[in-house]
Each structure stands twice: as C-alpha cells, then as structure tokens.
C-alpha cells in the first residue's frame, strides 16, 4: 500500500528551515571555494555561472513566456564587444561600460521581440537563429573597421582595491579568480532574484498566461505587446551581463567568441536543468559545464570503451548521447526529476486560500478592482 | 500541454545533439590506414642505421648555441651527426629577459629540477582535431625519447596536453588548470586566436610559452611586450609573400587571383598578408570568399561566386577538414566551367597527405603548396638520419596517426628539448634561462629540410623558422616535387 506523502505547508517554519539549510549550504560551499580552490576551479566555476546567467535570461524568455531565442549569443557577444571596446578604446571604467552595454542589450532585445509579436515556435526560433548567423558578420567588419585589429581586448578586470585582493604580485592570479568568480556569482544571484521577482509578480502571472494561451491572456487584459516585448529586452539584459562576465575573462576577443553553438549551450542548459523552473537553468549549466569538462578530461583515456569509441576525442559523442538518454528520462530537466521523486516523500501544500470574504468586503473589493486573491492562489506552479 | 511541452523538450534536444555529433564528426578517428601502410614501407627502409641515429641522440640534428654570458662574443658549435656544422656570429651581448615585472619573480628565476612538466592546449577533439590530433603523438613521442635517452642530466620530461577543441573560449580555462597541475612551461598551443587569448597571462606569470603551432605575425613583431611568448611556424606573411612571388612566375604580370578564406584570425592575417604581397608582384586579387571556422559543408557559394570572376589561381586558406572539402567542391565547380583551370596554392597547415589524398578523394593533383620539414613518406629522405629516427620510433611505440602531421609534433618536441638542453647547458635550468635559450638559439631540427634552421636572436630576431620550399602535389606518385629552392629570403 502506498504510503502518502508527507506534507509541507508553504512558508511555514519547517519550510523556511529547509529554504534556509538549502541556501547556506550552496553559500558555505561557495565561501569554502573562494578560499581554497585553484584558479583553475574558480575559473571553471565562473565559466559555469557565465553560462547559467544566460540560461537564467533565456529561461525568463522561453519558459515563463514561451517565446524561443536561438540568438542569444548576440546580445552575449553585444555586450562583451562594447565592454571590450569602450574599455580598450576609450578608456571607460569598466562598470560603466557593464551599464552601457546593458542599455544596449535591452534595446536590441526589445528591437528583435517585435517580431514576436507575429511569430511563435520554429518561425520565431528561425529568425533568432537568423540573428546569431549574422552576429559574427557583423562584429568581423566592426573590428575591420573600428578595432583595426582581427581581435578585440578583454576588459582584463582586476579586483577593486576596497577587496583586498591583490593586483600584482605573487598571487595576482588566484586574487583575480576570485574577484571574478565573486562577481559571477553576485551577477548570477541579481539575474536569479529579478526573475524570480518577475514570476512571483503579477508581471510573472502575465508571462505564464501568455505562455499558456495568448488569447485569454488578451482577455483577461494583459497587454501583449507591451508583455513580450519588454520581457525579450530583460532577457536580453540577463544575457549581455553574461557576455560582460566573459570580456572581463578573456584576454581576447573575436567574431568567433559567441556563435550559435555559444546560443545552443544556453539552451542545453536551460533543458537539462528544466524550463520553466527557477532554479534549473542554474542546475541544468553546471552540470553541463562540469559532465562536458569531466568527459574533455577523462573520456580520450577510458579504453574500456567499445571499438572505435576507445581512446579517441569521444567526449562530444559521450556528451551527446548522456543528452539523449537524460531527456527521455527526465523530460522536465534535473528540476523536474529531483521534484517528481521528492513528491512521492514529501510535498509543499500551498498556502490555503484566504477566508471568503464577507458581503462588506466584497463589496469595497469590487470598488478597489479585479479580485487580486483569486489569482494569488491560482498561481500556476511550473 | 504537458506532452507538448515533454514533445518539444525532444525536439530540442535531439537539435542540440545533432549539433554536438555534427562537432564531433571532425574527430579523429581511425583514418589513417593508407598512412599506416606507407609509414610501415619507410619504416622498412629506414630500418638499417636506425641504431646509429639514435646513439646521436638528437637524431641528426645540428645546433649552434649562443652562449648567454655577456662577455661571450663567439659561438660554440656542437655537431651532433658529425654532418652538417653551422656557424653564426653571436651577439655581442645575449638577449637577456626582465624577470621583475613577473608576479613571483623567485619563482621565474628557482632552478628546476626532478620532473618538468610540460603542456599544451591543443584541439584533440572537433573539426580541426583531424589534422592536428597527431600533433600530440608526435610531441609526446620526442619528450619520451628525450627521457629515454637521457637528453637533459636529472630531469624528466612529462607531457600534458589537454583539448581546447581549437575554441579559444575554452583556452583559458585549459592553460589555467594545467598551470595550477604544476606545468613549468607551455609548448606547441595550437591556433593563433588560442594563443593571443592566453599569453597575457603567462607572460604576466613568466610562464615560457614556446613554439606556438601558429605563424601569427604577432610573435616575431611583440618580443619587447610579451618576451615570454615565442612561435614556430613560418609567420604567414612570409608564406603568403613566397606564393605571391611564386605565382608570378607562374602566371606573370597582372594574373588575376581568387581568395577564399576562413573567417578566423589565422586566415585574416593570411589574407592580408598575400594580399600585400600580390599588389607588390603585380597580381590582382578579384574575388575574395571566406568560410566560417566550424562549417563543414562543402564551399558551393564560395567557390561559384570565385568561378564567376575565372581568375588565373586561387589561394586557399582553409582549416582542416575544410582543405579536402574545398579541394573537392573545386573539381565539381571546374566541371561545370569546363574552359577555367586555375592554378591552387593552399596553405602549408593543408599539406597533410590525410587532407590532400585521402580525404581529398584524388582532387588534390597538381596543387601548391610548401613546407620546411623533410617528407618521412618519401622514399628519397629514407636514408636521413633525422627521418630513419622518427620512423623508428614512432613504429616502436604503435602509433597510426597521419605522420606528417606526427613529424610535426616530433619537430616541436625535439625543438623544446634542444632549448632546454641550452638552459641546462647556461648553468641553471629555469624558467628564465629556458625563454633566454629560446631566443639565443640556432638549431637545425633533424627533420628540417636543407637550409631551414631555428634561428632566433632576442628582439632582433623574434621568428623561429623563416624559410620555406614551395612544391607541388602529385597525386599518381603519392608525393610532392619542390619547385624550385627553398625560400630563405626573409632569413636575417
């Protein structure tokens, strides 16, 4: 006989100890790496946020909002080349160009939404994909013309004095580790609490209508246009702060540092740690960074592999067909999984439905607008 | 709309996969059969001697060392083969490296001793991983060599070579783990932008990175600002410019020039570069084509768009895979313009046999190109001491990859161990002394082709190998024929 679940009621305390216990453990680990990992760990861990702040953007985008984006790279690559650019050419500090080059994001965000607004599915995936191919096109006759060089500088961030870490010296590089390892992180943790905001907000509820069906969701008197636009210059924005994190990385850049492929990884990352999910682009982007760094490392020496697999560059087919294997296991992403096999022990009960009201505050309700609690609690849970 | 969503979750993975097996297709997988198959046939002739090379222990090669002590004005000459002796004049005074602006300067300057770890950042996976992967055998098979030969006193050799898949976003993060796994000095990264996108901080860590498989203009011209970074291609304006002059003894005053280019730093600076030289020599460049650096399919638009203009040659400057690709593509577009026939010169870094025979399907006959090593599949270079070593060796340890490309690693290899072996030879083996052997250094590699050394003299002198042999591929005897001498012009 199966057991029932046991249940958790929504922000009661035992539910906030777990919330609590969750989040300092993620920030324990996170202290313990920033003092005593190798540059290398904290390189490949700021790498990882790079790719888990756009995946953060692009779920935003395509999984409270349904509107696909295969060319996310360009707003990446977008602000990376105006931080490289402003940095190197003009001399800007490098946190004024971060805000520069976000405006900019933004209003090439809300530019490519607008054909959102006539397309869904493939033909909107088409002409984002569009996008991306050009992208290098583009920033090839940029450094042509303005660089005059076939590679553009990174910004090179060095840690900010108020840190106390070092700028020369012996340990110049693990101290640079940090600085940006600790600003990936703060960037990754500003993009996860906007969007969270955002989906808690009714801004979210008007998302997900969208997402779910347009036309009630004009009914119901959620402004398309206004919606769909300014939520693809958001995610743009999320996007370019990760390009940011990168110029900040290299030494330099090129036409080829953001392509398609740089399009694709945000979107294998954003399916493998689960759409529509607040924490799974974030899950899903270290566990593709780390199983494609394991795999790149280990796989060329595993001669236990059949045939031609054994001893050779196998480590993209590897990663492939780990792919193919998780999504028919786990359709909903890491997320997903982890949530369907939690819920056959323990379940998080929403919080009840407010007391119905009284005729009176019925009434001084009906003045004060539409009835907010019904759709506090009707709050899809995706 | 829950199977909708689970339905297109599917879709979009498979997407991402077919992207990911379409990555990896470029991989290396066991390609070289025919290549095998001559190696054996060298092997065989060059078995008798072999015992002789080796006790050379250099394996033919030739040095001229400059010593770095500042009273020193003449040169030492040890001839290893007891063959060819070459002697330079040294400066008066040897280049000498800063080490004070490094950020552990002890660090730079404390001797090393036990095991040198040695590494590299190389694409052994991807599109361009089939013709270099075996840039990795042949490097790994000269340090063991060198181990088991006991060329340095009390020091062994310990390659890593880890896959940046030739994306230089992954670099970085390649050089920054095998930096943090204790490698003392980098030698033969693989790609211009790969190695422009990590020398800043290894020169800011005076971390000697040597003989960067590329011919970036940018390592012979910033020795004052990156002393540390040091490159082992013929630079590609020097190749660029023996083709231009080449090609106008070919087809004369005012012949007319198609390019086509991948759009990354190495085919840019190769395109200006011969573009430069072609209006010197009174070419006339009129098409112009590029490629991306991961597209694999074959240049149809490209090639028609240079067919349209009939220019009397093409310069190709394909990456890997794309060599035979293009090659193959340009006989289809002959085909259909039966009356143009142009003359092909296509970079040295396609002169693979893999990439011009096997892969090319027979379309590579009669294309230029040029080179700065001796053949080992050529039954004429049987009888070097230098080659009769490599096939040994490489026969010795099992290996199948393309052995060009293998003669190639070997080179770096024997070329990094020749520079620590001067290091050694200064008084203290160190990092310092290792970038100061570097560039005080004359060497002729035991593979190189007569007239081509190592050569380099601190900032005076920042390339390596400047002199290159022009030759053109014949399908029918599986071999090239040099046209002409090499090339030693840009030698200073």
Redesign the interface.
Same mark, same amino acid.
């Given at each position: 006989m199966p057991t029932r679940p046991q249940a958790i009621r929504e922000a009661s305390p035992l539910h906030w100890a777990i919330r609590v216990v969750a989040a300092g453990s993620i920030a324990i680990v996170a202290i313990y790496l920033a003092s005593s990992a190798t540059p290398s760990t904290l390189g490949n861990v700021t790498e990882a946020c790079t790719l888990a702040i756009a995946a953060v953007g692009l779920n935003l985008l395509y999984g409270f909002n349904g509107q696909i984006s295969i060319g996310h790279s360009v707003f990446a690559g977008l602000a990376a080349f105006t931080a490289g650019y402003t940095v190197n050419a003009w001399e800007w500090n490098p946190y004024v160009s971060l805000g520069v080059a976000l405006a900019l994001c933004f209003l090439l965000g809300v530019v490519l939404g607008l054909p959102a607004l006539r397309l869904k599915g493939p033909y909107l995936a088409l002409v984002t994909l569009a996008v991306a191919f050009v992208w290098p096109t583009i920033a090839a006759k940029f450094l042509d013309q303005k660089v005059k060089a076939s590679t553009l500088k990174g910004t090179r961030l060095k840690p900010l004095t108020w840190t106390g870490l070092s700028v020369k010296g012996k340990d110049a590089r693990l101290d640079r580790a940090i600085f940006l390892y600790w600003t990936a992180i703060v960037i990754l943790l500003l993009a996860y609490v906007i969007v969270r905001n955002l989906r808690k907000s009714r801004i979210g509820r008007a998302l997900v209508a969208i997402r779910d069906n347009e036309t009630a969701a004009a009914v119901m008197g959620v402004n398309l246009k206004l919606t769909k636009t300014i939520t693809f210059g958001i995610s743009a924005v999320i996007a370019g702060a990760s390009g940011w994190i990168t110029a900040a990385r290299l030494a330099t850049m090129d036409e080829n540092t953001f392509t398609i492929l740089t399009s694709i990884r945000y979107l294998l990352a954003l399916f493998l740690g689960g759409a529509a999910t607040l924490v799974g682009p974030v899950v899903g982007a270290f566990a593709y960074f780390f199983v494609d760094d394991y795999l790149k490392d280990h796989a060329p020496d595993w001669d236990w592999l059949p045939g031609p697999l054994s001893k050779g560059p196998v480590a993209p087919f590897l990663l492939g067909v780990l792919v193919i294997a998780f999504v028919f296991v786990a359709p909903f992403g890491l997320v997903g999984f982890v949530k369907d096999q939690v819920r056959k022990v323990v379940v998080i009960a929403p919080r009840p439905l407010r007391k119905a009201p009284s005729s009176a505050d019925q009434e001084q309700h009906e003045q004060a607008g539409p009835d907010r609690a019904g759709l506090e609690t009707g709050e899809g849970r995706t | 709309?829950i199977r909708s969503?689970?339905k297109g979750?599917?879709l979009?993975?498979?997407a991402?996969?077919g992207?990911?097996?379409i990555?990896?297709c470029g991989?290396?997988?066991?390609s070289s059969d025919t290549t095998k198959a001559s190696a054996t046939t060298a092997a065989t002739t060059a078995n008798t001697g072999a015992e002789t090379t080796t006790a050379n222990t250099t394996g033919g090669s030739t040095e001229t060392t400059v010593a770095s002590s500042e009273d020193t004005t003449e040169s030492t000459t040890v001839d290893t083969a007891g063959e060819t002796t070459v002697a330079t004049e040294a400066p008066a005074k040897a280049w000498t490296v800063d080490t004070s602006e490094c950020? @552990?300067p002890d660090?730079a300057e404390a001797p090393i001793e036990g095991t040198l770890k040695i590494g590299s950042a190389q694409p +052994?996976?991807?599109t361009p991983?089939v013709a270099f992967?075996p840039v990795k055998d042949g490097f790994e098979l000269y340090l063991k060599f060198a181990n088991d030969n006991h060329l340095l006193d009390g020091v062994a050799l310990e390659p890593d070579i880890?896959?940046d898949?030739y994306d230089?976003?992954q670099t970085?993060?390649v050089v @920054?783990?095998?930096?943090?796994d204790g490698v003392g000095i980098f030698a033969g990264i693989i790609g211009t932008?790969n190695n +422009?996108?990590?020398?800043?901080?290894l020169n800011?860590?005076c971390i000697p990175q040597l003989l960067n498989l590329t011919g970036a203009l940018e390592w012979g011209d910033d020795v004052a600002d990156y002393p540390w970074t040091t490159g082992v291609l013929v630079p590609y304006d020097i190749e660029a410019r023996i083709y231009a002059s080449t090609l106008k003894g070919l087809i004369g005053d005012g012949g007319t020039v198609g390019m086509f280019t991948v759009?990354?730093?190495f085919g840019?600076?190769f395109g200006d570069a011969f573009k430069q030289a072609a209006a010197e020599n009174g070419l006339h460049v009129v098409v112009e084509q590029t490629i991306?650096?991961?597209d694999e399919a074959p240049p149809t638009n490209q090639l028609g768009a240079i067919a349209a203009e009939h220019p009397d040659a093409i310069l190709a400057v394909p990456l890997g895979i794309q060599c035979p690709n293009f090659l193959k593509e340009l006989a289809n577009t002959k085909a259909a313009n039966a009356d143009w026939n142009p003359l092909v010169f296509q970079t040295n870094t396609c002169s693979l046999r893999l990439l011009i025979s096997q892969l090319a399907a027979g379309t590579g006959d009669g294309v230029y190109t040029s080179t700065f090593l001796l053949d080992p599949l050529d039954p004429a270079n049987a009888d070097s001491p230098g080659v009769k070593t490599f096939i040994d060796v490489y026969n010795a340890a099992g290996l199948k990859g393309d052995l060009t490309s293998t003669s190639v690693g070997w080179t770096v290899g024997e070329t990094t161990v020749k520079i620590l072996k001067q290091a050694q030879d200064s008084g203290t083996l160190s990092r310092k002394s290792i970038i100061e052997a570097a560039r005080n250094l004359t060497f002729i590699p035991s593979l190189a082709l007569p007239g081509v050394q190592y050569k380099m003299n601190g900032e005076a002198d920042g390339n390596s190998f400047q002199t290159l042999q022009v030759e053109q591929w014949h399908q029918a005897t599986n071999l090239y024929t040099f046209i002409g001498t090499p090339d030693s012009s840009s030698e200073s």
């Open positions: - | 709309m969503v689970q979750y599917r979009a993975a498979l991402a996969v992207t990911l097996v990555v990896s991989s290396d997988s066991d950020s @552990d660090a +052994l996976s991807g991983a992967s880890k896959d898949q230089p976003t970085p993060g @920054d783990s095998l930096i943090d932008a +422009l996108t990590v020398r800043d901080t800011e860590e759009n990354n730093e840019k600076t991306e650096p991961a």
